[in-house]
């Protein structure tokens, strides 16, 4: 592959997928609206841009054969605060990949694109949208805008709707947890399967209690290796019996499924402020 852009480079998750994809292009163009990484790998080639910029995103994206789109404000948030990053920068994402003749957008969507289903119901990657909050919404929203570019434009899409990738730290976790490893894998299968029109697949590692199904993903090769199932019984014994009629513990959206639209979630998740991501 010649170009590669990575949107939400300067992030957790995109920090950790910078060399990676290096390693599976002539050229990486990383972006973010934060600044440059201190050291910038050989191949690689920094923006400092805004996604919500239509200009600034379809500028970067010439060229190139795949966009891998991370950036996004990660909470739940006001709808005219996200309006700007996580629903217009999405679709100047696939605008401007249509416009150049790109062959696919890899999507980091979330798991509160279906956050209300229930989690005594093992939902499959055909699962109707259901979204938890404004921040679940725009991950709606962008999967929609990958099925509809697929079928109007032949454009390519793979949405992964990551569970949790962050330490293992609370209950929920034992089961939603993808660790970077598996992160790396997902998306490297995401970018080097052949053919994929537009595809979902969900993003946890192999833990005994993953709460979703990807058995219909199985095309994009994906095969975890990671199981949090070991910081079970410590876990389980630190925060005791839950209560099951309380949506946080009840939805597959946790704290974003009892959250009121607008407020943040991430701090009710105990996520520690360093996270590596391994479990
Ligand atoms: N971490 C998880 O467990 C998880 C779960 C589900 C989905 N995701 C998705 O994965 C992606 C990365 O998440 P993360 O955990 O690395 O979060 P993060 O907040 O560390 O990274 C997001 C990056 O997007 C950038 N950004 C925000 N607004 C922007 C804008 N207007 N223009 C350009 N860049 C902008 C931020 O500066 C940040 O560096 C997000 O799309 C998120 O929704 C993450």
Request: negative net charge; aromatic residues 8%.
């Amino acid at each position: 592959m010649k170009k590669l852009v990575l949107t939400g480079a300067a992030g957790r998750l995109g920090s950790y997928l910078r060399e990676p994809l290096s390693k599976m292009c002539d050229e990486l163009v990383t972006t973010d609206i934060a600044e440059a990484p201190a050291t910038l790998l050989a191949n690689e080639t920094y923006v400092q841009a805004d996604i919500a910029d239509f200009d600034a995103v379809f500028n970067m994206l010439e060229g190139a054969d795949m966009v891998v789109h991370f950036g996004a404000i990660v909470d739940e948030a006001p709808f005219e605060t996200l309006l700007g990053p996580n629903f217009i920068g999405s679709y100047n994402i696939w605008e401007s990949a249509r416009r150049h003749g790109l062959r696919r957008v890899v999507y980091a969507s979330s798991i509160h694109a279906v956050g209300m289903h229930k989690k005594t119901d093992f939902i499959g990657i055909d699962a109707p949208h259901r979204p938890d909050t404004f921040y679940g919404l725009a991950k709606c929203f962008s999967e929609d805008l990958g099925s509809m570019y697929w079928d109007k434009c032949g454009l390519e899409s793979v949405c992964m709707r990551i569970l949790s990738c962050a330490q293992v730290t609370n209950p929920r976790a034992v089961g939603t947890w993808l660790s970077y490893d598996d992160l790396v894998q997902l998306v490297t299968r995401a970018i080097d399967t052949p053919v994929t029109g537009f595809s979902i697949v969900y993003g946890v590692s192999d833990n005994d209690r993953a709460p979703v199904d990807n058995a219909k993903a199985r095309h994009l090769g994906y095969r975890p290796k990671d199981n949090a199932e070991e910081h079970a019984k410590e876990i389980f014994a630190q925060y005791g019996p839950l209560d099951p009629h309380d949506t946080n513990n009840a939805c597959h959206g946790g704290p974003f499924a009892g959250i009121e639209l607008g407020n943040s979630a991430m701090s009710a998740l105990n996520l520690n402020k360093d996270d590596t991501g391994k479990a």
